[in-house]
């Protein structure tokens, strides 16, 4: 019976799923780009960096990177204190 | 450990490993790559090195303090790096265009590139591609060790 | 013309995550259908941001000045970290529960006693 009513969730969240997807603004056009044409076109100037998604991870959106380092830290950590027990 | 054949290709690639790591951190700003991948693959060196050798050899090459120290140098000069640019803001690129260490100014358009561009960069690039592969290499060398404890019970 | 292919294979690659992790009892196949549903994930970020006719956004020795959306692409590469990082968490999870209870069945581990 939990299996069943599992599968009914699961079929109507792909259906969802399936349907967003064919219903999406076509491929190969995307919707809202004007961020991404200034970072494109001010890259180069703005940091002098000839990669442009390196430009955005390190100077536009350093705190997303410092947080991204927090989340690595904290894991580094949580996992040397799930073995720690271990080590007599 | 493994047989002979793939400990001995281990010990040909394990250092090209580590320098096209270090050659991807390096270049993160002119071509496809930066800190976080190059750790990443640097990482993957030492996860060949423990497959190949097992724990207890690979122990003795690769401390784990050693990468614990090395994973809180770079995480410090991550932020240290950032706090720097502070005069203008944080994370203020403040080495792009001065003419000093990766001072040049770019060209604008397609251009085969330099290294010494870029500014702040890649300084953080490093500090994040040390972090990432210390962070990644203490996490693999720590469930190899888990897993063996687990064995000997 | 694929039309809206890529978005579907990613819908497709994200239904088969959770089926995975609804149905699978074995914790090894629960952190793969976790990972599954986060390569849909960065896969549907990936390909949100592609322009047709574009090159990746990098201007060493680019062929065209058309390319397409970087910030999808910098954001994924967060993601990714991420996802690395919270599998790691997860995996020795799974190897402390396998043991201390002597089984990888998530069913068979009833008494979560420290």
């Known amino acids: 019976m939990k299996k069943y009513v599992a599968l009914a969730a699961l079929l109507v969240v792909s259906g969802f799923f399936l349907l967003s997807a064919i219903e999406m603004h076509s491929f190969g056009s995307p919707a809202e780009e004007d961020m991404d044409r200034y970072f494109i076109e001010n890259a180069q100037e703005e940091t002098s960096t000839n990669n442009v998604v390196t430009s955005i991870v390190f100077d536009y959106r350093g705190f997303d990177t410092l947080g991204e380092a927090t989340v690595l830290f904290t894991a580094v950590v949580g996992v040397s204190l799930l073995f720690r027990r271990l080590r007599k | ?153 | 013309m694929i039309g809206n292919l890529p978005f579907v294979a990613c819908a497709v690659l994200i239904i088969l995550g959770l089926y995975t992790l609804i149905f699978k009892r074995n914790l090894i196949k629960i952190v793969i259908g976790l990972n599954l549903v986060q390569c849909g994930v960065n896969l549907f970020l990936i390909t949100l941001g592609y322009k047709s006719d574009s090159i990746a956004p990098i201007y060493t020795m680019a062929g065209k000045e058309e390319m397409v959306l970087p910030t999808p692409q910098a954001l994924t590469l967060t993601s990714i970290v991420i996802g690395l990082a919270t599998t790691a968490l997860i995996l020795s999870f799974a190897i402390l529960i396998y043991k201390h209870y002597k089984t990888a069945d998530a069913s068979k581990v009833r008494r979560l006693r420290g």
């Open chain 2, 1 to 153: 450990m493994m047989s002979k054949i793939v400990r001995t290709i281990t010990n040909i690639l394990y250092s090209s490993i580590l320098i096209f790591g270090f050659y991807i951190i390096m270049h993160g700003h002119l071509t496809p790559g930066g800190g976080f991948q190059g750790g990443a693959v640097v990482a993957s060196g030492i996860a060949l090195v423990l497959i190949a050798y097992g724990y207890d050899t690979a122990k003795d090459w690769i401390k784990k303090s050693n990468l614990s120290i090395l994973e809180s140098i770079g995480g410090l000069a991550f932020i240290g790096v950032a706090f720097l640019g502070i005069g203008t803001t944080f994370f203020y690129n403040f080495l792009a265009n001065s003419g000093t260490l990766f001072g040049n100014p770019t060209v604008i358009g397609i251009n085969p590139g330099d290294l010494n561009t870029a500014g702040v960069l890649p300084l953080m690039s490093w500090a994040v591609g040390l972090k990432v592969l210390a962070g990644l290499g203490s996490i693999i060398l720590l469930m190899a060790y888990g897993i063996k404890k687990g064995d000997e019970k």
